[in-house]
Antibody
Framework: EVQLLESGGGLVQPGGSLRLSCTAS????????MSWVRQAPGKGLEWVSL????????YYADSVKGRFTISRDNSKNTLYLQVNSLRAEDMAIYYC???????????????WGQGTLVTVSS | DIQMTQSPSSVSASVGDRVTITCRAS??????LAWYQQKPGKAPKLLIF???SLQSGVPSRFSGSGSGTDFTLTISSLQPEDFATYYC?????????FGGGTKVEIK
């Protein structure tokens, strides 16, 4: 069974940092592009970042470029999102999601993890 | 960036009704479009990819159509478990973008 389990969310002050993790099981993790998608409370979905299976190609939404860094450790079947310089508008549930095999182009996502909540407040 | 506009933002319908949701892209995206269903407190679930391909395990009452800039998700006979919010997503180019969502509510 394919499973994605996020962790690392929590309460952080504006300007603070967190590292989110997503541990995968049940599939050949290194073959798949992976993404982070977030959802602010009561709002819609916003794509944040995507990384290729090997980790060499990375893409970001303009709203997080320069502040967030996506990475992966295929030996640990784990996806990461380092989130720095957090702002109130970054407060959201952060989902990891599985993209396509072997390509970063034309990605849609299935399955998704259950999400981890990042709260930004002083 | 490609903007995705969904309509309506909400719809009230009864069990057994046919429901149609539309998604319009600000520029042509060929058939690089996906549809998701999200229930309260849950992660999104992929329903349709490549505009009209049904994801494995998704009931056949869900269907998608369209190409270019205009797309449609249709639920042919609404079931109680279908009350949820639906999102479209363009996969044509980065940044990937989602529509604002359509909430399907019980009439």
């Amino acid at each position: 069974e394919v499973q994605l389990l996020e962790s690392g969310g929590g309460l952080v002050q504006p300007g603070g940092s967190l590292r989110l993790s997503c541990t995968a099981s049940g599939f050949t993790f290194s073959s798949y592009a992976m993404s982070w998608v977030r959802q602010a409370p009561g709002k819609g979905l916003e794509w944040v970042s995507l990384i290729s299976g090997g980790g060499s190609n990375k893409y970001y939404a303009d709203s997080v470029k320069g502040r967030f860094t996506i990475s992966r450790d295929n030996s640990k079947n784990t996806l990461y999102l380092q989130v720095n310089s957090l702002r109130a508008e970054d407060m959201a549930i952060y989902y990891c999601a599985t993209g396509k095999v072997g390509t970063t182009t034309h990605n849609w996502f299935d399955p998704w993890g259950q999400g981890t909540l990042v709260t930004v407040s002083s | 960036d490609i903007q995705m506009t969904q309509s309506p933002s909400s719809v009230s319908a009864s069990v057994g009704d046919r429901v149609t949701i539309t998604c319009r892209a600000s520029q042509s995206i060929s058939t690089w479009l996906a549809w998701y269903q999200q229930k309260p407190g849950k992660a999104p679930k992929l329903l349709i990819f490549a505009a009209s391909s049904l994801q494995s395990g998704v009931p056949s009452r869900f269907s998608g159509s369209g190409s270019g800039t205009d797309f449609t998700l249709t639920i042919s006979s609404l079931q109680p478990e279908d009350f949820a919010t639906y999102y479209c997503q363009q996969a044509n180019s980065f940044p990937l973008t989602f529509g604002g969502g359509t909430k399907v509510e019980i009439k």
